[in-house]
């Protein structure tokens, strides 16, 4: 730092390109032999990704997420069941950072994935792991309206074509193309529900639908590795 004159971003520079920062949380045969309790930091911790990015994330590839940048915080109310949320009659949703904040008033779900309490003085976020967060994302009446939102986009990138419409959900909600083991599971689930399944017309679109919440649900799309 003091040969870099102090400078902040030179420090941050520095930190960020280092081999340690970008290691994957993925252990090696070698690391799980040499450094099983990760002491010498030969992997990343997985990290659940922060309240706040989950949120965006989820509304960024179900193409509702309003990017638009200033002006005024997005209103919350309380329902009648006591949940949280921004109001239904809006058809994108801002970022969680122009969310309105109040003490009384924290956004259901951030509050469940330990979006910092404003109480305290020196604000702390947690890390937990609880049932009420899976519950939320499997049950939640928005999440599965954005599981629709991220199949209609699927199926208009994609077409028809079962193979197409996997990889592209894929890349869109986690920047990668499926595995073969994953595209041959997912592939022969659908196929056998389609030979199975209702003739009405909507019907596929709900099966692409279950499969984008359950990818929203995975473990790969919520952690960081």
Known sequence: L????????AIHRLLMASSTYRQSSRMTPEAEKLDPGNVLVSRMPLA????????DSILFIAGR????RFGAPELLFVRHDGMVMTPD???TERRSIYLQQRRATVHTMLDL????????NCSQRGNTAVATQALYLLNNTLIRRLADALAERVNADAGDHLADQIDRLYWLAL???PTAEE?????????QARESGSTQPDFRKRLMARVCHTIINSTAFIYVD
């Open 48 to 55: 659940r990704v922060d309240a706040e990015a989950l949120r």
């Open 183 to 191: 595209l041959s599971i997912i592939s022969e689930e659908l196929v």
């Open 113 to 120: 994935f330990d979006y910092p309490q404003m109480g305290p």
């Open 175 to 177: 920047s990668r193309p």
């Open 65 to 68: 997420l309003d990017e638009t």
């Open 89 to 91: 009659f809006s058809p």
């Open 2 to 9: 003091v040969e870099r004159g102090w400078s902040s971003k």
